[in-house]
T-cell receptor, first 114, second 117 residues
């Protein structure tokens, strides 16, 4: 069965530190990849997405992600976090063969200390 | 940008009653909407795919007679939790896909917190 795994459940870091969140998926077919963010008390927002082309994708708020097909990975990065990046981050994948339904990873709670 | 609304944002109901949650795409048409359930400190679990003008497609393990979905127009899908029980208490989130743009991207609503007492 298709699955998406996020390695870290909780991450705590200080402002200005670099952030990298891991995401791996277990599909063999054509995929579209997403990172969503859920700030406290708010709804899911799209950070970035990868459909095709340049595997290094830049999103909003200084985030980027790199699609490495050989590793089935789509890790999220930000060089220097801010307190306002405190949120929960979800990796998600759609598989064309599965009707493009979104499958979410378990989420990573990120706490940025001021 | 694409906006999806949900109503109500919070609802408390008694065990055995039914609750209807609305999901609307405000500035785009959506032939396909999705309903998710999010447990505390957990990820989103897809419950069903709502198709305008046809029956919803439910994920394995989701009771279609308990979670009734109606997608009567291009901008509205409703989820009715029938004969609700405390274990149905959860955060229900809908999303919609823009039919015209036909991109593989979903826009999420703010969610509805259901508490069954």
């Amino acid at each position: 069965a298709q699955s998406v795994s996020q390695h870290n459940h909780h991450v705590i870091l200080s402002e200005a530190a670099s952030l990298e969140l891991g995401c791996n998926y277990s599909y063999g077919g054509t995929v579209n990849l997403f990172w969503y963010v859920q700030y406290p008390g708010q709804h899911l927002q799209l950070l970035l997405k990868y459909f095709s082309g340049d595997p290094l994708v830049k999103g909003i708020k200084g985030f980027e992600a790199e699609f490495i097909k050989s590793k089935f990975s789509f890790n999220l990065r930000k060089p220097s976090v801010q307190w306002s990046d405190t949120a929960e981050y979800f990796c998600a994948v759609t598989l064309k063969a599965a009707g493009n339904k979104l499958t979410f990873g378990g989420g990573t709670r990120v706490l940025v200390k001021p | 940008g694409a906006v999806v609304s949900q109503h109500p944002s919070r609802v408390i109901c008694k065990s055995g009653t039914s609750v209807k949650i609305e999901c609307r795409s405000l500035d785009f048409q959506a032939t396909t909407m999705f309903w998710y359930r999010q447990f505390p400190k957990k990820s989103l679990m897809l419950m069903a795919t709502s198709n305008e003008g046809s029956k919803a497609t439910y994920e394995q393990g989701v009771e279609k007679d308990k979670f009734l979905i109606n997608h009567a127009s291009l901008t509205l899908s409703t989820l009715t939790v029938t004969s609700a029980h405390p274990e149905d208490s959860s955060f229900y989130i809908c999303s919609a896909r823009d039919s015209v743009l036909a991109l593989d991207e979903q826009y999420f609503g703010p969610g509805t917190r259901l508490t069954v007492t």
